[in-house]
């Protein structure tokens, strides 16, 4: 137990073998730690739990602390089983304990855990006295669950924030002064555009609602990662601007490629790119982690996609980048479409559907070439690199 503030205690677990999250979607190269919280007061509470596999070293360690039968009432922020996946077998030693939790939450942790527990559904601006502090809720639906929602400690001034500010990222450290600041907001950022970027507009909502509320907040407490104390309001200004069809005005070139054809056109419309002064970051689909990709699109002002041809669609490497493309919902980014082909050359076409379908504007005819690009051709790859640099400088 660390105290984090007068009362306040982290009880949560450091993972730092987590390498894969979300079964094997997202790469979690710092590892992550799953943030629980506990409040002595009057009353106990204990506030979100930490994933399945921890369940016992974390209730026992709360019961050699603290005794279990002296938890007042355990609140769920959210019910995905990295923050709920305790919960079966801490209410095997404690069934009466009340649960707070949203209306959704409680009908998932049904779902979950099919169990009817004491479950006390509260909404935006509901509160429970434990004597000197006050837990608040705050709803985020979305956030990125339609379950999820904060918890604000009132006399304390520390929001706890579930997933919401967090970063797979484990520390020595929970603080945010005491870390490596690159490392810190590289996490953030993936996280925000693995997770959240397809609810931007619920993100712009929810902290302007959080800052019309004045709250007085020292601290924001996420489920992931280390604890906002410097500054705290500087993770939710980022928040704003990542929300805000954010760029770093750079482009990202995705391609995969069978015999090297494809990788020559890329790095030639690279060389375009940089003639006219536009940085460009080049990733081989084939051989790039998916959720890092996804960060660099987030990144980029544009996105350009190449395949080789194979049974007239596209390399699966490639097709699963634009699944993913599409279903995070990009807004304000442009892109175009290229590769090689032997003798039906559908991949490029297929790109710039896919890419349209997703939302990003095509700002550029797709390019395609047969076989082995000559000298002549990689001209050419080169000036489309320029035209499109042209388009968005
Ligand atoms: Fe960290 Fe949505 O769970």
Redesign the pocket.
């Known amino acids: 137990m660390l105290e984090i503030k007068k009362n306040i205690y982290w009880v949560g677990v450091r993972d730092w073998e987590l390498k894969r999250f979300h079964g094997e979607e997202f790469s979690t190269h710092r590892g992550s730690t799953y943030n629980s919280y506990l409040i002595r007061d009057k009353k106990i509470a204990l506030v979100d739990t930490v994933w399945t596999p921890f369940h016992e070293e974390f209730a026992e360690e709360l019961d050699r602390e603290i005794g279990l039968e002296n938890i007042s009432l355990i609140v769920i922020n ?1 019910t ?1 089983q ?2 709920a996946g305790s919960l079966l077998y801490l209410m095997e030693k404690i069934p009466d304990t009340p649960i707070y939790c949203t209306r959704n939450g409680a009908a998932m942790i049904k779902g979950h855990f099919h169990k009817d527990w004491n479950f006390n559904a509260v909404k935006t601006g509901d509160s429970v006295d434990l004597g000197e502090y006050k837990l608040v809720f705050v709803e985020m639906p979305l956030l ?2 339609p379950d999820s929602m904060a918890t604000y400690v009132a006399g304390a001034n520390v929001l706890l924030s579930n ?1 919401a500010f967090g970063q797979h990222y484990v520390s020595s450290s929970l603080y945010n002064d005491q870390v490596d600041q690159g490392e810190l907001f590289q996490e953030a950022i993936k996280y925000f555009a693995n997770i959240l970027t397809p609810f931007s507009d619920l993100v712009k909502k929810k902290t302007a609602e959080i800052k019309s509320l004045n709250l007085p907040i020292d601290m924001i407490a996420p ?2 990662g280390i604890i906002w104390r410097d500054n705290p309001l500087q993770i939710v200004e980022k928040y704003e601007q990542w929300a805000s069809g954010y760029h770093e005005g750079t482009v990202a070139i995705l391609y995969d490629t069978m015999w090297g054809a494809t990788r020559k056109m890329a790095l030639a419309i690279a060389r375009g790119l940089e003639n006219k002064g536009v940085g460009a970051k080049l990733f081989n689909l084939g051989k790039s982690d998916k959720a890092d990709v996804v960060t660099e699109v987030f990144k980029a002002r544009g996105v350009i996609v190449g395949s080789s041809t194979i049974n007239r669609s596209v390399l699966s490497n490639t097709a699963a980048i634009l699944e993913v493309i599409k279903g995070l919902k990009f807004k304000g980014k442009v892109g175009a479409a290229f590769g090689s082909y032997g003798w039906s050359g559908e991949s490029p076409k297929i790109i710039q559907d896919r890419l349209a379908e997703a939302g990003i504007e095509i700002i550029a005819e797709p390019l395609k070439m047969k076989w082995d690009p000559a000298p002549e051709n990689l001209k050419e790859c080169e000036a489309f690199g320029e035209a499109f640099a042209d388009k968005i400088r």
Do not use: F, T
Request: glycine share 0%; hydrophobic share 10%; aromatic share 12%.
């Open positions: 959210h995905e990295d923050h990125h669950w997933d489920s992931h």
